[in-house]
């Protein structure tokens, strides 16, 4: 199921559930990259969004059992990726200590991103929201 909500003021949100599927994060890529595209968003910073959308998604799918919920949301300039999902275990950042490591660097990847994330309890789970500055650009969604 696909929302997409046109919010007050300057605010434009979509809300997409994704089964739960190896497919989902190239799902989520091309749904994140078709919006953001209608949203006028810098190209940089919508490859940025994509990357970290795909590794919040992947996320999902390795250590949850059951489907996710994709919200874009813009709001001036800054763009909120949340990904809901029914773990209500919080992801935690781990440093890297050796090259031959695999896995576990995601929330380290979207810091470097310039992403501010965060995590918020649901009934069903938890929310992990990104939250990345699109630059100047994006066009004044109140139009």
């Known amino acids: 199921m696909t929302i997409t909500v046109d919010s007050p003021a300057h605010i434009a949100s979509h809300r997409v559930v994704l089964a739960r ?35 919040l998604v992947t996320n999902t799918f390795r250590h949850t059992s059951g489907p996710c919920t994709l919200t874009l949301t813009v709001c001036g300039s800054e763009l909120d990726i949340g990904v809901a999902d029914t773990s209500a275990e919080v992801p935690q950042a781990r440093a890297v200590t050796c090259v031959d490591e695999r896995g576990g660097f995601g929330l380290t990847m979207l810091g470097e991103l310039g992403a501010r ?5 649901t009934p069903e789970g938890k929310t992990v929201h990104a939250a990345l500055d699109l630059g100047p650009g994006v066009p004044d969604l109140r139009e």
């Open 21 to 55: 599927s190896r497919h989902a994060p190239e799902v989520a890529r091309k749904i994140t990259a078709r919006w953001l595209a209608a949203c006028e968003a810098p190209f940089g910073a919508a490859a940025d969004a994509i990357l970290i959308v795909s590794e």
């Open 117 to 121: 994330v965060s995590v918020a309890p």
